[in-house]
């Protein structure tokens, strides 16, 4: 489900106004996201009864959801026109102006419809989208806490309280409503899986494992071959199994400290990983089949499993998770290579990787990054050298790099054309003091070689760095810097400011 989704209301017509099966295509074809079958519909059925308002409301949904906002704000303007206190056009008005980015036109015909219908669902879950559209998250949470005062069971209410409570760190509260739609609506696996991701984040691993589960099947584990199972715990003795990476590189790299606890069940085990990964884990664990993506891999397994599902059938929880670090290991003439390389740089210094933001930045990773002239002010620190080892730079940031004043520039070095894989990311930390990263891979690989590193989070952080912690149990060397409210990297950097300037002053190494 999208977030926040405003509820458009299609109003169906009354029975009786249209033939059985035009009943069923206006119900379905919507639902179906049928939009070119529903626009032909529609039109057809205005054609035969013009003053068929229900069908114009259809059309004006149409363009809505495939962004024609003026279409759709036309179409329900001449509804508005037609029946200006019809609390559907009304409330669908409001949802086409916050999508127009019209906020106070949205609020003015919500409240409106809310004056003529001051009990209606939809409407008071609509202002509570548009509060969180305006950034105004205390009026959204109290506008979806009253929503479910009147309709306890109001689906989307749910949701949406579920998902701001935790961003702004009401984490109880998320759990609460997670567990409310689990019980309302038992089959929906996305619930299963969101009450999941909560109970991981507050640390309660052993359920939260459990219903993690509940998550889509990757590729690989969608279509098993005759004969195939998933592994769930049986005996892998003599057995060949296939284990698949799944979703980012930090995912693989978390996880694969369980590797080793599948070899010692004695399976012949195939392993599928990111390219990036490849050179980095045939190192690590040499005993194992780790083929590329483009040779050929056995048609057919005993079993299949995914790698983040290993945490769940080892049964981890925080007082069992394997963390011995490292588990990752670097080939000896990477590490000298790299040893030769940096020693050239300013001899006394601390030397100290860097990461701000991802690649590419997408909308779940915006909210980790840090903005470079926010990041860069730690240049600053006289006794560093900073290597950035962020794969691929924006021109903004090349662009702010080089108006930096020239002693600032002088303490930063670019790395990012020699990035060509994570194990000669992984040789490159293997000779530096420190690492400071946002929330990507690059802490998972420091982490997993028992680098010291500082990892800066959000204040919403993801499930595997918990709450109130400032180290992780996942990574003995981590230490947790993280945002005491939402989008405040200034506290953050200042404190990984001075941290830094006391390192520098006293010539240690980082502490853990």
């Not at 105004?136 to 109001?154: D, G, K, S, W």
């Amino acid at each position: 489900m999208a977030w926040p989704e405003f509820c458009f209301i299609l109003l169906m017509p009354q029975t009786g106004a249209l033939l059985e099966v035009e009943a069923r295509l206006f119900a379905e074809l919507p639902a179906q996201r049928r939009w070119a079958e529903a626009v032909i519909f529609f039109e057809g059925l205005l054609a035969v009864r013009p003053g068929f308002l229900s069908a114009v409301n259809a059309l004006a949904l149409v363009a809505y959801e495939n962004r024609d906002y003026d279409a759709a704000l036309r179409l329900l303007a001449g509804l508005h026109r037609r029946e200006p206190k019809n609390i559907f056009w009304l409330n669908n008005l409001g949802v086409v102006l916050a999508a127009r980015g019209e906020c106070s036109g949205a609020w003015a015909m919500l409240d409106l419809a809310l004056k003529l219908a001051p009990a209606h669902a939809e409407i008071l879950y609509n202002r509570a989208c548009l509060a969180i559209v305006e950034g105004r998250a205390e009026l959204a949470l109290e506008l979806l806490r009253a929503t479910l005062a009147h309709f306890p069971e109001h689906r989307r209410s749910l949701f949406g309280l579920s998902r701001l409570a935790k961003e702004n760190g009401l984490l109880a509260e998320s759990v609460a409503c997670c567990r409310r739609l689990c019980d309302k609506f038992p089959e929906n696996a996305e619930y299963r899986f969101n009450l999941g991701l909560m109970l991981l984040k507050v640390g309660a691993w052993e359920e939260g494992f459990t219903l993690y589960e509940s998550r889509p099947p990757v590729g690989g584990l969608k279509n098993l071959a005759a004969g195939e199972k998933l592994w769930r715990g049986e005996p892998l003795a003599g057995k060949t199994m296939l284990v698949i990476a799944e979703q980012g590189l930090g995912d693989t790299i978390i996880c694969a400290r369980y590797l080793p606890l599948l070899e010692c069940l004695n399976a012949r085990l195939t392993v599928a990983v990111q390219e990036p990964l490849l050179e980095l884990l045939r190192n690590s664990f040499p005993e194992l089949e780790i083929p590329a993506a483009n040779q050929k891999k056995s048609s057919s397994y005993d079993y299949r499993i995914s790698l983040l599902s290993l945490p769940h059938r080892f049964r981890t929880r925080l007082d069992n998770l394997p963390a011995v670090v490292p588990y990752l290991k670097v080939s000896t003439a990477a590490r000298e290579r790299w040893r030769s390389r940096l020693s050239r740089q300013k001899n006394g210094c601390l030397k100290i990787g860097v990461v701000w933001a991802s690649n590419p930045i997408n909308l779940k990773e915006k909210r980790r990054a840090l903005p470079l002239s926010l990041f860069s002010r730690l240049f600053a620190v006289a006794g560093a050298v900073f290597f950035s080892l962020k794969k691929d730079q924006e021109a903004s940031d090349l662009s702010l790099i080089d108006k930096l004043p020239a002693e600032l520039r002088s303490r930063y070095v670019d790395l990012a054309p020699e990035l060509t894989d994570l194990h000669e990311t992984a040789a490159i930390m293997e000779n530096l003091d420190l690492i400071i990263s946002c929330d990507t891979s690059v802490p998972h690989l420091a982490g997993a070689l028992a680098r010291p590193v500082w990892l800066l989070l959000p204040f919403d952080a993801d499930w595997r760095w918990l709450v109130k912690r400032e180290d992780s149990p996942w990574y003995p060397t981590m230490r947790l810097f993280r945002q005491p409210r939402p989008d405040d990297w200034q506290t953050v950097l200042a404190r990984v400011e001075r941290e830094l300037r006391r390192l520098s002053a006293t010539g240690n190494h980082a502490e853990n």
